[in-house]
């Protein structure tokens, strides 16, 4: 298999309102779709949002479930500051602070948010991570 992420998808219990916070609350560059699905350009890999219920089916799980999903979207800035930046804009905009940002053990700063549906979004600055 070639190593690549094409899409991640989001099962989202409101396609409007968390369509509304990527393209308009984080300024995502949205895509003309059809009707029921959304999708951002993120450089090589898209984000999809698409129903929770109708994304489970698709998969041919059950669509309830809830707590950890094991798994956290990252998004790193260029510069320190940027990590608080971004978490008061999300945070006042829809989001919920999760973790604010703080200086991390691996020598960066990062904090977490968490998007309308719950899906958890680290934002942070890496001095040793220069693919931003």
Same mark, same amino acid.
């Given at each position: 298999?070639?190593?690549?992420?094409?899409?991640?998808?989001?099962?989202?219990?409101?396609?409007?309102?968390?369509?509304?916070?990527?393209?308009?609350?984080?300024?995502?560059?949205?895509?003309?779709?059809?009707? *029921?699905?959304?999708?951002?350009?993120? &450089?090589?890999?898209?984000?999809?949002?698409? #129903?929770?219920?109708? /994304?489970?089916?698709? =998969?041919?799980?059950?669509?309830?479930?809830?707590?950890?999903?094991?798994?956290?979207?990252?998004?790193?800035?260029?510069?320190?500051?940027?990590?608080?930046?971004?978490?008061?804009?999300?945070?006042?905009?829809?989001?919920?602070?999760?973790?604010? *940002?703080?200086?991390?053990?691996?020598? &960066?700063?990062?904090?977490?948010?968490?998007? #309308?549906?719950?899906? /958890?979004?680290?934002? =942070?600055?890496?001095?040793?991570?220069?693919?931003?």
């Amino acid at each position: 298999m070639e190593p690549r992420i094409s899409f991640v998808t989001l099962g989202v219990r409101d396609l409007d309102c968390s369509t509304a916070f990527y393209r308009d609350v984080l300024g995502l560059p949205q895509k003309e779709t059809p009707p *029921g699905v959304s999708f951002f350009e993120m &450089g090589r890999t898209w984000l999809g949002l698409y #129903p929770r219920d109708r /994304l489970a089916a698709d =998969a041919g799980v059950p669509a309830e479930g809830s707590g950890f999903p094991g798994f956290a979207l990252a998004h790193n800035v260029k510069a320190q500051p940027e990590v608080d930046a971004l978490l008061a804009h999300v945070t006042a905009h829809g989001g919920r602070l999760v973790k604010a *940002g703080h200086k991390a053990d691996w020598g &960066g700063y990062s904090g977490y948010f968490a998007d #309308p549906d719950g899906f /958890l979004w680290e934002v =942070a600055w890496n001095p040793h991570f220069p693919h931003v």
